[in-house]
């Protein structure tokens, strides 16, 4: 869902989500697909994870927490916890909550623009997290020095330049993110991404993300040199997934052309565009930003602050939606991947269903 800048991943609430799922939920045992032409296009990107595929799953806001990642690590793929505006508190908490529900790599998902970021950086160097994934913007040095120091360290890229900077600069791994993904998102397709970046840095780790949502479709962007792939949208409608029945359900009846990107109303207040499926909030986000813009011009307040207003309000809208179940008035952010969810399917199911398709489309055309 997600992604160039990230899917899904600013929540700003400290309050604990109290999860559908229960702290005792079995763990689930992941099966060793017999995908022999998968494995060898993505055996980078799966011993870059350490996973069994490589397949992560994006940072999601109220639903990428301790049950969800662990579904997913258990089955095969990545799972990546999405720290959003949580305390160092609250994050270390639910690491050690994810910890004892799988001993399978997982990562953690970390906003550039939290103010305690380098606080965060702490807390999962002391957890002995594996994987860390900076979104939101342009890595700090000091962040991306203290990250390498202990962990993996992967950055979004939505252009070529970018790409090169971020790996010049000390980051271990690419997402490359299309505006096909839900949640905040870049102006640039996966297809035009993948064409204009994987050929030009073929001995990178990069991870293709945006609209994926078939196992063909993976097998087409490792194909093109991708080490693997990022999914969010599949993984936010799965049984494993906390957010609430209505959210769901909203999902598995849209359409791909539901999933509609939001529109900048003032171009003084720069707003990162958000992919949902189009509702009452839609129109709200509109009236929201005309309310802010206003007050930015009339110097009532500054540029940033009104920048992180308008990511407040969204992890708002976002948590409306996901926990409450307010699927007029909330945010629903989806990519164009939605009109491939179908049902509400478990982790596992979803994941054995995209390697095996993978591994069939890679088998007809003999790769």
């Known amino acids: 869902m997600s992604a160039d800048t990230p899917v899904l991943n600013s929540a700003s609430s400290d309050t604990p989500v109290q999860n559908s ?14 995908t022999p032409l998968l494995d060898a296009l993505t055996a980078r990107g ?14 999601m806001s109220w639903v990428s927490e301790r049950h969800l990642v662990s579904a997913i690590s258990n089955a095969g793929g990545f799972g990546v916890i999405a720290c959003g505006a949580m305390t160092p ?3 270390e908490a639910e690491i050690a909550a994810t910890q004892a529900l799988t001993d399978r790599p997982f990562g953690v998902n970390l906003i550039t623009m939290h103010p305690m970021l380098m606080d965060l950086i702490g807390v999962c160097r002391a957890a002995g997290v ?62 035009v991404l993948a064409q204009e970046i994987l050929p030009a840095l073929p001995d990178a780790v990069i991870f293709a993300a945006g609209g994926i949502g078939r196992g063909a479709a993976v097998a087409a962007l490792v194909e093109m040199g991708a080490s693997g792939v990022q999914l969010g949208t599949r993984f936010a409608a799965s049984a494993q997934s906390i957010a609430h029945p209505n959210f769901k359900k909203a999902f598995v009846r849209a359409a791909a052309r539901d999933a509609v990107a939001s529109v900048q109303f003032d171009p003084r207040l720069p707003v990162i565009p958000v992919r949902a499926l189009k ?16 007050r930015l011009a009339a110097g009532e307040v500054a540029l940033a602050d009104a920048q992180l207003e308008i990511e407040h309000y969204w ?3 976002l948590r409306r939606a996901v926990i409450d179940g ?7 952010m989806a990519g164009q991947s939605v009109g491939m969810v179908t049902a509400e399917e478990p982790v596992q199911a979803v994941i054995d269903g995209l390697v095996g398709e993978a591994e069939a489309a890679l088998a007809r055309r003999g790769s």
Not at 21 to 34: E, Y
Not at 279 to 294: C, D, I, P, Y
Not at 326 to 332: A, F, K, Q
């Open 279 to 294: 509702n009452a909030g839609t129109e709200a986000f509109m009236e929201k930003q005309r309310e802010v813009s206003l």
């Open 21 to 34: 799922v229960s702290s005792d939920t079995p763990v689930l045992n992941s099966v060793s697909a017999d």
């Open 326 to 332: 307010d699927v007029d008035n909330g945010s629903l």
């Open 89 to 91: 508190t609250l994050l």
């Open 130 to 191: 594996s994987h860390v994934v900076l979104a939101g913007g342009i890595p700090p040095g000091q962040a991306v020095a203290a990250i390498t120091g202990f962990a993996k360290l992967i950055a979004f890229a939505p252009n070529y330049a970018l790409a090169r900077k971020l790996l010049r600069s000390g980051t271990d791994a690419l997402v490359i993110e299309g505006s096909e993904a839900g949640g905040h998102i870049g102006p640039v397709s996966l297809a």
């Open 46 to 59: 799966r011993a870059f994870l350490g996973s069994r595929h490589a397949i992560m799953a994006g940072a």
């Open 315 to 317: 992890a708002g809208a």
